[in-house]
Structure formats: structure tokens, C-alpha cells
């Protein structure tokens, strides 16, 4: 599944003609609004792709920032979460995480930490941000504190997919914050892919380093 995903992203690239790509995937729970974000974000974008399968959409689209172009995949589900969980790929090598309640149901909100949990189990270092949406249904709700991203020290925002209010300040955020993550990385499972890409080199190098080691004998049996 690695490789044929990075195989795939390679592909993209020079497809795209970007310099970099990002996945970013979407949390929280049913009908709080992350298709309606997204779908609002596509209009904002220049030359914007959709993928639908059953389960999920998969939105492409090119931006650029600080000079590069990078392409973004967007991750939106269409319904898992009902259920409470996804699917491990769904987590697979996602970069940043858009984590959204709807400020009018509080059930909403009190998800966010089981959402969060989930996503740290998997991606325990990836950049979150969390939306609280639907805020043009009454503008009051702004004034109204929600600790949980303060206590977790993720990034906040107020948001309307409806009017617009924040949808591309959000994305343009979390994009920023999943390019510095992963220049940066140290994401367990990110080490340990690395080091494997790593191992297919070494051993590449050692066949072909073999007959030059048979000549100068054998080297110490570990
Ligand atoms: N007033 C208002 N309604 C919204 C907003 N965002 C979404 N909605 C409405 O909320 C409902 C659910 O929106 P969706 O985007 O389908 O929610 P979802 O989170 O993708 O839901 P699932 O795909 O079932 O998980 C729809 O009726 C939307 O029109 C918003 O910012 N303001
Ligand atoms: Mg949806």
C-alpha cells in the first residue's frame, strides 16, 4: 500500500508540475458541516478536482505558498463517521487534520476529544485545527468560550460554510502548518517509513557492492 501510494504521488507531481503535495483530512461528527466547508473552499480555488468513491471524496487542487506549488489532497468522508471511527487509511500519511463541530449542538463539541484521540492513536504529531461551524445561524455563539482547542493548544476558528466566514483562512492555515510538519516531521510512523526507503537503498547498494566484498572475503557474520 506505501509504495503504491507513493508511487501515485510522485505521479501527481509532475502531473500537477507542484513542488510539493499534502494530504489533509477531515474529522468530527455527522452533519456538522465538513462537506459544506470543503465544497465552499472549492469555490474559492482555481482548477479544483473531485474523486467520489462510496465512502469518500477526495478533492484536489493546487495552491501556491511562499513560491511553491503545492498540491493539496483533501480528505472528506461521506457518512464513516457515524460509526464513530475510520478506517485506518483514511489516516494514512495525512499531513494535517481540520477537526469541525457544529456550534449549534453541543453533542458536537463534547465529540471533539474521542475524535481527537482517534486521530493521535493514529497521526500522534500531525498539525489539528479545530472549526467551530455554523456560526451565521447565530453570531452570538462567538462570544461563547470552547476550551477544548485552548487546553489542547490547537488553533481556533470561528467559521460559516454558509456566508464563508474563515473557510479560507482555515485552509490556508492548516496547508502552512501540514508543509512545515512535514519538513519537519518525527511522526513515528513517518520515521520508521524513511528508514525503510532507506533499507530498499542499502540493499540495492550492497548487491551490487557484492562481488567486490566475495573478493576481499567475507565480512563478520552478525
Ligand atoms: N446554517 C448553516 N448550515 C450549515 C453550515 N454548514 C453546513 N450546514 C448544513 O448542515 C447540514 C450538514 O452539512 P454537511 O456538509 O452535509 O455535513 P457533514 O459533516 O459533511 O455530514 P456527513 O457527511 O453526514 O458526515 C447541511 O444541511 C448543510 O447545509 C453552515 O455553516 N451554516
Ligand atoms: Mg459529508
Avoid at 81 to 90: A, I, K, L, T, V
Wanted: hydrophobic content about 35%; some cysteine; proline content about 3%.
Amino acid at each position: 500500500l506505501a509504495m503504491d501510494v507513493r508511487g501515485i504521488s510522485d505521479l501527481d507531481l509532475e502531473k500537477y508540475d507542484a513542488d510539493e503535495q499534502v494530504k489533509i483530512i477531515c474529522l468530527g461528527d455527522s452533519a456538522v458541516g465538513k462537506s459544506k466547508v470543503v465544497r465552499f473552499l472549492m469555490k474559492c480555488v482555481s482548477r479544483p478536482q473531485q474523486l467520489s468513491t462510496y465512502a469518500l471524496t477526495l478533492y484536489k487542487y493546487t495552491t501556491t505558498i511562499n513560491g511553491q506549488t503545492v498540491l493539496v489532497d483533501f480528505w472528506d468522508t461521506a457518512g464513516q463517521e457515524r460509526f464513530r471511527s475510520m478506517h485506518p487509511s483514511y489516516y494514512h500519511k495525512a499531513h494535517a487534520c481540520v477537526m469541525v463541530f457544529d456550534v449549534q449542538r453541543k453533542i458536537t463539541y463534547k465529540n471533539l476529544p474521542n475524535w481527537y484521540k482517534e486521530l493521535r492513536e493514529y497521526r500522534p504529531e500531525i498539525p489539528c485545527v479545530v472549526v467551530a461551524n455554523k456560526i451565521d445561524a447565530d453570531i452570538k455563539v462567538t462570544q461563547k468560550s470552547f476550551n477544548f482547542a485552548k487546553k489542547q493548544g490547537l488553533p481556533f476558528y470561528f467559521v460559516s460554510a454558509a456566508d464563508g466566514t474563515n473557510v479560507v483562512k482555515v485552509f490556508k492555515d492548516a496547508i502552512q502548518m501540514a508543509l512545515s510538519y512535514k519538513k519537519n516531521s518525527s511522526d513515528f510512523m513517518d520515521e520508521v517509513m524513511r528508514e525503510l526507503e532507506n533499507f530498499d537503498l542499502e540493499r540495492k547498494e550492497e548487491s551490487s557492492d557484492k562481488e567486490e566484498e566475495t573478493q576481499q572475503g567475507k565480512p563478520d557474520s552478525a
